[in-house]
């Protein structure tokens, strides 16, 4: 079975310019998640989608951040303009079942790693 | 902000040495516990889930162990190898398992 499939892998741009990033979560998971995580950090929440509907949007910096996941299947996450602090690897991960999941182990892509330059 | 610690940030041991690390999360509105095991290059994968209060998990030569009540778990690995070498990170679920708050994990090197 195919895992969490993310593009581009890596992501080099100069500030203002806008980037998106794609994930394919593993077939049958109704749950997914996009993360960012900084250097030295842990993953911290961006957004979270149960099928299509965006439930857990209270950390996604609203004012150039977008996401979508139309079909309830792939998502997108986009940018627009980068900044320099946004540097940083953006993780998707996705889980079975819905209502938060919280008991259910997630799968993670390998991430993007962006770079603003 | 919730605060999800894990010490120590790093940790380098010798083959065949027994080590562990700890997660420390708030002790009220628990709702579950992960650990994962992330790999230079590659995806986090996930270790154990761990819901109740004494909760032991064992995965081969690792283990976890989950207080719920002074809020802490704790993850063992026995005998460990060069290929442990990773970050493993906890998070926390927080309430009805809506909110998952992460660790910065605990970077493992072992030395061959």
């Given at each position: ?7 581009p ?5 100069e ?28 993953p ?5 989608y ?16 977008s ?8 998502s ?26 919280g ?10 790693r962006?770079?603003?330059? | 902000?919730?605060?999800v ?12 040495d ?6 420390s ?12 095991r ?15 209060n ?12 989950l207080?719920?009540k ?22 926390f679920?927080?309430g ?5 708050y992460?660790g910065?994990g ?7």
């Open positions: 079975e195919a895992g969490v499939v993310q593009s892998r890596y992501k080099i741009i500030k203002k310019q806008p980037v998106a990033f794609w994930c394919n979560p593993i077939s049958g998971h109704n749950t997914l998640y996009w993360y960012l995580q900084n250097l030295g950090q842990g911290e929440l961006l957004i979270r149960e099928n299509e509907e965006a439930v857990d949007d209270s950390q996604l910096p609203k004012d150039r951040f996401a979508e996941r139309l079909k309830g299947v792939d997108t996450l986009k940018i627009q303009p980068a900044e320099l602090g946004d540097s940083a690897v953006y993780l998707c991960a996705s889980s079975l079942g819905l209502g938060g999941g008991h259910n182990e997630q799968f993670f892509g390998p991430g993007t962006l770079t603003v330059l | 902000i919730l605060n610690e894990q010490s120590p940030q790093s940790l380098h041991v010798q083959e065949g027994s080590t562990n690390f700890t997660c999360f708030p002790s009220s509105n628990f709702y579950a516990l992960h650990w994962y992330w790999e230079t290059a590659k995806s986090p994968e996930a270790l154990f889930v761990m819901t109740l004494g909760d032991e998990k064992k995965k081969g030569r690792i283990s976890a162990t207080n719920t002074e809020g802490y778990s704790y993850l063992y690995i026995k005998g460990s190898q060069p290929e442990d070498s990773a970050t493993y990170l906890c998070a679920i927080k009805v398992g809506n909110q998952f992460f910065t605990t970077s493992l090197t072992v030395i061959p």
